[in-house]
């Protein structure tokens, strides 16, 4: 549950898809902190409802009939630098990952993600950090600005009774620290949305919602993985 305290993040849904767009917004509503400010079928709907309403999070499709969605993302930013823009896909999205990322956008939605999943990604965004649906590894091992996320790296290995890989390991350690994401990634000379997409990971992989959580089940395994060595 979200305090009442939390400031509403108003939000713009730009799909031409309008069974998608009306169903998001639809989901998107029974949430008392999000505000639909606008539905956009188009980029010029898009960037006049942008410059009037100076939403908190654009919800972007990819392929608009007018604008492919990855050349929208700069016009966003030159009507309002602070928005931040979640790209949606019902395809695979290989191919404009990095391109949406370097061009500012906060994270990448298959269509097919949950509602959880949507909302989780609307909140990170509004606060500046990164999101990535749980099902995109596959599409991110290679693209994540030539870091250390590669196909060696992504597979998973059991280490204290998870599948969490060796750095996501080193990040859940950090956490367990007190470091916070900007913090982890200073230490580990790695970009913010690099340990956004970890730390996505790690909660998804320990089945959690929040960082506190990941911490306990994750010091719990390593103590009851340590009593059976």
Excluded at 73 to 97: A, C, F, H, R
Excluded at 185 to 207: C, E, Y
């Amino acid at each position: 549950m979200v305090s009442s305290s939390v400031k509403t993040i108003r939000v713009v849904v730009v799909d031409d898809h309008t069974l998608f767009a009306e169903g998001t917004v639809s989901l998107l509503s029974s949430e008392s902190y999000i505000s639909v400010v606008g539905t956009a079928k188009n980029g010029g709907d898009c960037l006049n409802i942008v410059k009037v309403e100076h939403p908190d999070v654009v919800l972007l499709d990819i392929n608009l009939p007018d604008f492919c969605g990855t050349d929208l993302i700069e016009k966003i930013k030159e009507l309002d630098s602070n928005v931040s823009i979640i790209m949606l896909t019902g395809q695979n999205p290989e191919e404009y990952v990095n391109a949406s990322l370097n061009k500012g956008a906060h994270g990448f939605l298959l269509k097919d993600c949950t509602k959880t999943e949507m909302t989780t990604a609307i909140i990170q965004a509004s606060s500046g950090k990164y999101y990535f649906s749980q099902n995109m590894a596959q599409y991110l091992r290679s693209v994540i600005v030539g870091e250390e996320i590669s196909t060696n790296i992504i597979e998973t290995e059991k280490i204290h009774g998870t599948s969490l890989t060796p750095k996501e390991i080193e990040i859940i350690d950090l956490i367990a620290q007190g470091l916070r994401n900007r913090e982890i990634a200073t230490t580990l000379g790695i970009k913010n949305r690099t340990v956004d997409f970890h730390v996505s990971n790690i909660l998804s992989k320990l089945g959690v919602k929040s960082r506190l959580e990941a911490v306990l089940i994750y010091t719990k395994e390593k103590v009851e993985s340590a009593k059976i060595g």
